[in-house]
């Protein structure tokens, strides 16, 4: 045995007593505390390319067992290489609205795949690779238990994973994470939130008049004051004409005249130290990127689930007073 697949023996030991600790993190930055590693076991004829979208929508798995997916997945690509080649990790985001893999359920995922140009697979092959103790390795190679625990993991932690190779011409392993909303769900776990309002005032920027005047009903009835814009130049003016106090800021991201981020920006010159609560469809998320870490904003994502709206109201106006 090869000191790295010992390595690799010893990653599968610590993870069998390994408690499994699942959180709402990054996939790059797991890629990129794992790449030092990788790019040790695979040598020097291999290249590693990294492939980063940025940001991506959170996950929520366990980190430790997701790096060693990521170093399972390139051991093999390692030895399908056995000449050098290109080993590929790559992350992305996307909205996923049909069926690319049995069994998935629409919505927003996050997807890490890890490619090489190898030796690939004939059907036959594939078809039986993730099962246990499955390898086409020599005695003493291999265990074949590698894809069978990176495919536990990719379960346990709600995913896909699917296998796209051809013989000769190299193997792409996918993997989709679901999405996690982040804000909401810390929100939702904090049950102790009251989410009817007790006649606080909302400053809700939306250019969309049907979920702008929906929004407001709702939130009416729940016991806030609403005041309404179309636009992020509206809901300035209408929060300097507004004598009494504003609460809380709820915008869309993406907006004419003013994007919501600027509108934030604007408005927390005027009102310092307001919250403000950011809805988004699924495409906005480059833009609140802009916005500083530190005052990393809460975005509900659209469609809006309203009972999350109101939790996380009610957790922003909380927090302040
Ligand atoms: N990137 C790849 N290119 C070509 N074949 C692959 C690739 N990844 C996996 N395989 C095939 O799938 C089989 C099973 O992989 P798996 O990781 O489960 O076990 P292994 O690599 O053989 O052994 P172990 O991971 O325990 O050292 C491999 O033996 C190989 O035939
Ligand atoms: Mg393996």
Redesign the pocket.
Same mark, same amino acid.
């Given at each position: 045995m090869d000191r790295s *697949?010992a390595l #690799?023996q010893q990653l599968l030991a610590f993870s069998r007593k390994q408690i499994l600790s699942p959180r709402i993190l990054d996939l790059n930055t797991v890629v990129e505390e794992t790449a030092k590693m990788i790019r040790r076991l695979i040598g020097e004829d291999i290249e590693l390319v990294l492939s980063l979208e940025r940001p991506l929508w959170m996950v929520k798995a366990d980190p430790d067992q997701i790096g060693q997916v990521l170093l399972?997945?390139c &051991?093999? $690509?390692r !030895? $399908?290489m056995p000449r050098g080649g290109h080993l590929t990790i790559a992350t992305h985001s996307s909205n996923i609205d049909h069926e690319v893999m049995p069994g998935i359920v629409p919505g927003q995922y996050t997807i890490l795949t890890v490619s !090489?140009d190898? #030796?690939?697979?004939p059907p036959a &092959?594939q078809s039986r690779? =993730?099962e246990p103790f =499955? @390898? @086409? /390795?020599p005695m003493g /190679?291999?265990?074949?238990?590698?894809? *069978?625990m &990176?495919y536990g993991i990719v379960k346990q932690s709600g995913g896909h994973i699917g296998v796209d *190779?051809e013989l000769d011409q190299? @193997?792409s #392993?996918k993997i989709l994470f679901p999405a996690v909303d982040e804000v909401v769900t810390e929100i939702e776990a904090d049950e102790a939130v009251s989410i009817t309002g007790k006649g606080e005032t909302i400053l809700v920027a939306e250019d969309e008049d049907a979920l702008r005047e929906s929004v407001a009903a709702y939130l009416e009835h729940h016991g806030y004051n609403v005041l309404k814009a179309s636009n992020g130049e509206e809901a300035l003016s209408v929060a300097t004409q507004h004598q009494g106090p504003i609460h809380l800021l709820l915008t869309d991201v993406v907006m004419p005249k003013m994007e919501g981020t600027e509108l934030a920006t604007e408005f927390a010159k005027l009102r310092p130290g307001i919250p403000t609560l950011f809805m988004s469809g699924y495409t906005d998320h480059r833009l609140l990127e802009q916005i500083p870490r530190t005052n990393r904003p809460t975005v509900l994502q659209k469609p809006l689930n309203l009972h999350s709206l109101l939790a996380a109201i009610g957790g922003a106006i909380k927090k302040k007073t």
């Open positions: *697949s #690799i399972n997945l &051991v093999n $690509a !030895d $399908a !090489d190898g #030796i690939g697979m &092959v690779i =993730f =499955f @390898t @086409t /390795k /190679k291999g265990t074949g238990l590698g894809l *069978s &990176v *190779s190299g @193997t #392993i």
